[in-house]
């Protein structure tokens, strides 16, 4: 099983390695080559899939391990593993990602770095399937770290667009923040325990290798990552940006897969979590919810409206994994995953349609994404329509969709957090839920109108419409099926819950190892408190999701309410939201401006003091060696050059005495010799 | 009477003669005199103290040598000499010098 989906993953590695050196050469560019790879993985993944659903076990797990690195006594084993959460994201990511592959070859035909495109994908769907199979953090991070590079590589795609760069490094450095809170976390848990893998954390945890404090400290800092990566207050920022991408890559890593990866991360190491780090997760979430919900509401881009909804969605599942409703969360990412890629690709959709009316009419100062120039797009794009509905309405919860079921599992589930923590302000968060998702059914549907129904606001844009080729569109309607609940209910039929189906059974809350450790249960919901608050919870989230779609109608659809008069009464608000509370400039203005300023400060001390320092010591030295030479010219020099003058001037005298006449010589010797016997006389 | 005395004043007289003549003469030939008149001295020497001191053959042995090697020397020095003549036309050994610095 473990080879499986090794070779699911390292398909896509496969394909990508032919794309980007042989891309170009193949016939098509190669495109075939990564859908054919994908579609294999999906097979295989399905393959998986229904092994598990064949043994039917919740506790299923197949292991494997290896040897990574042995130094003396000291080893670090590496190793996959598979349950029921693992193989249920392999088959989401292969699912969305094969959709997006076959969407891409309509959306991304005729642009000239098609074949790369298709590189960047299969890449990415390696990253993204490698990091659901590994067991370890440390695996884990490395494929973090690469599925960060694709979105990088990706959102900055279009390069040549300086904001498309622009973006691409917003989200990479963005990114890298919450990274490095990830990575300090992973070398908390290292340095306490020894060990990447989850499964020997989750043991030592249980036999109470760390303290309460260093759990806490460790949780909250792997979720930095996820605050990263799933684009959580306050490191949303990045994702509106991101969708300067092509819109299938929005689809694709920014709705379905990759930024779910920081909720996966959070699921997996929920065992470990703290009663005060899964406070801080709940409430990061919920706020994030609610927050970039009301930013969404005001938006008039397309995507970023959806970004939006996404990073409000995203904080939902936080939220949910948060108050301990670990399956919900889960389940809300596997179906989010699809009707968010769903309505991201039925954008794509829209955008490609209006792309070409504007190429046919020449405009070209206009964007595309703008839901002001649509509207009226219902009967030129049927299929388009009625499937960007269905996501709709999936994702505002309303029953029958797949969105209500998660949704109301996160309500519920927040509630009953609420309900069991006598601390009042816990309501806070099931408040967050709850106003979140009668604004999410508000901007969604006001964006349905906007973009479909109603008059045309252009006229001559409006009759260039034409609706999508069949490898958009055909995506298109499978993401909407997967959207009706039945997929999700099986083998119960009950549109209002999920409590029977295959999910419920399969996914369940792991152990928690901090209660074995602490000897308590740390987060108690007794059944009965679960049971009413989800009654509760399923009421008043249909309630609230009809009334938002009810106010979006009458504000846009039958003009009850002026919406000049109401931005213009909403004054502050409106601009706040508008301006997405201005965060962007807060942090350029802190943070950016911050760091320049700091940046200028440490290159003035370079230029100045250090740039002195060692310009005094060249001074120093230069002066010294001037010094040195001196005297090693004048005294040193002088000294040996006399010694050799004065050679050479006894040498010119004393010659004078070898005349090279023997009988001089024979006269000296005489003369020596008669001193000698006259001295030795006397 | 002939005492050892009178054959070391003859010669004296003779090494003295020929110390003169080599430091005195310019003429090669001149000069090789000298050279001999001073080993005859020192022959007459070593056969006076041979007789006269040791009792003995070795001072007269000593001697033949000497003769033998004053013989040799006077041949080497006057082809030497005559060499020279024959390339400078001159026996001045004052003025001899070639191999000057």
């Known amino acids: 099983m473990v080879e499986t989906a090794i070779i699911i993953t390292l398909l896509p590695l496969l394909a990508f ?85 076959i969407y891409s070859v309509g959306y991304m035909n005729g642009d000239p770095m098609y074949s790369r495109f298709f590189a960047y994908l299969s890449l990415f769907s390696f990253s993204m399937l490698g990091l659901v199979i590994w067991d370890n ?22 390069f040549e667009k300086d904001s498309a760069s622009d973006a691409g490094k917003k989200a990479f450095i963005v990114n890298r923040i919450g990274d490095l809170g990830f990575l300090i976390g992973i070398l908390i848990v290292f340095s306490q325990i020894g060990s990447f893998s989850l499964s020997e954390i989750s043991q030592s945890i249980a036999n109470g290798t760390m303290s309460e404090g260093w759990l806490t400290a460790a949780g909250i800092l792997l979720f930095c990552g996820a605050i990263g990566k799933s684009a959580q207050f306050p490191l949303h920022v990045w994702l509106p940006d991101a969708m300067e991408g092509p819109t299938p890559v929005s689809a694709l890593i920014h709705a379905a897969t990759m930024v779910a990866a920081g909720v996966y991360l959070v699921a997996r190491i929920s065992f470990m979590l703290t009663f005060d780090s899964m406070l801080v997760i709940a ?38 994994l948060g108050v301990g409703a670990y399956a919900a969360g889960f389940f809300h990412l596997v179906t989010h995953a699809m009707f968010k890629a769903g309505l991201f690709l039925g954008s794509g959709s829209v955008i490609h349609a209006m792309h070409h009316a504007q190429h046919k009419l020449n405009i070209h100062d206009e964007d595309p994404n703008d839901i002001r120039y649509m509207g009226g797009f219902k009967e030129k794009m049927p299929k388009t329509y009625w499937t960007f509905l269905i996501f709709t309405l999936a994702l505002s919860g309303i029953p029958f969709f797949s969105g209500f079921l998660s ?149 846009y659809f039958w003009k009850k309410f002026d919406v000049e008069k109401l931005t213009e009464r909403m004054g502050i608000l409106y ?100 001193v000698i016997i006259i001295v030795k006389i006397i | 009477m002939i005492t ?6 003859i010669s004296g007289i003779v090494f003295v ?31 006076a103290f041979g007789r006269y001191v040791d009792f003995d053959i070795k001072g007269q042995i000593i001697a033949i040598f000497v003769i033998i090697l004053a013989a040799a020397e006077a041949a080497v020095a006057l082809a030497i000499v005559l060499n020279i003549y024959r390339n400078k036309q001159l026996i001045d050994v004052t003025k001899i010098d070639a191999m000057k610095n």
């Not at chain 1, 097979?43 to 076990?57: A, E, P, Q, V």
Request: glycine letters at 6%; one cysteine or more.
């Open chain 1, 575 to 674: 601009k706040l939201s508008y301006n997405k509370y201005y965060f962007d400039e807060i942090y350029q203005a802190t943070f950016v401006n911050g760091l320049l300023l700091w940046n200028r400060m440490l290159d003035w001390f370079d230029s100045a003091i250090i740039d002195g320092l060692v310009n005094l010591s060249a001074w120093i030295t230069r002066n010294f060696s001037f010094l040195s030479g001196k005297f090693d010219n004048s005294v040193i020099d002088g000294i040996v050059n006399e010694i050799a003058n004065m050679t050479q001037d006894s040498g010119k005298h004393l010659r004078k005495i070898q005349t090279g006449q023997i009988q001089t010589y024979i006269y000296a010797a005489l003369l020596g010799a008669v």
């Open chain 1, 137 to 158: 953090l440390f695996g884990i991070y490395m494929m973090w770290e690469l599925v960060g590079l694709c979105s990088y590589l990706l959102i900055g795609f279009w």
């Open chain 1, 17 to 101: 390695v032919i794309q980007i050196f042989f891309g170009k050469r193949l016939p098509r560019q190669g495109d075939w080559v990564s859908i054919g790879a994908i579609l294999i993985s999906l097979i295989l993944s399905f393959k998986l899939f229904f092994n598990m659903i064949g043994s039917y076990d919740p506790h299923f797990l197949v292991q494997e391990s290896f040897r990574w690195i042995t130094l003396g006594e000291f080893n670090i084993d590496l190793g996959f593993a598979l349950d029921s959460v693992s193989i249920i994201m392999l088959v989401v990511v292969t699912i969305v990602s094969s959709l997006v592959h």
């Open chain 2, 17 to 47: 003669l020929g110390l003169v003549t080599i430091i005195n003469k310019k003429n090669a030939i001149g000069i090789l005199m000298g050279v001999e008149l001073i080993l005859n001295s020192v022959n007459l020497n070593f056969v």
């Open chain 1, 407 to 555: 949704k109301d599992l996160i309500l519920g589930g927040s509630l009953a957090f609420a309900m069991a923590h006598d601390n009042p302000i816990h309501y806070l968060l099931p408040f967050f839920g709850f106003t979140a998702a009668a604004i999410t059914a508000f901007y969604m549907f006001r964006l349905v109108i906007r973009t479909f129904y109603g008059e045309p606001k252009r006229k001559d844009i409006h009759e260039h419409i034409h609706e999508s080729p069949n490898t958009i569109t055909i995506p298109l309607m499978i993401l909407a099926a997967l959207s009706i609940f039945i997929f999700f209910t099986l083998p119960g039929l009950n549109p209002f819950s999920a409590s029977s189906s295959w999910y419920d059974y399969l996914v369940q809350n792991p152990v928690s190892s901090v209660s074995t450790y602490m000897g308590y249960n740390i987060n108690p919901i007794s059944d009965h408190t679960a049971h009413s608050a989800h009654v509760t919870a399923m009421i008043l989230s249909i309630f609230l999701a009809t009334f938002g779609i009810i106010l979006s109608f009458s504000i």
């Open chain 1, 283 to 320: 409430y990061v979430g919920g706020f994030t919810a609610l927050f970039a919900a009301t930013i969404a509401i005001t938006q008039n881009d397309i995507k970023r409206v959806l970004a939006y909804s996404t990073i409000s969605q995203l904080g939902y599942m936080i939220m949910a």
């Open chain 2, 4 to 9: 050892l005395n009178t054959y070391l004043v």
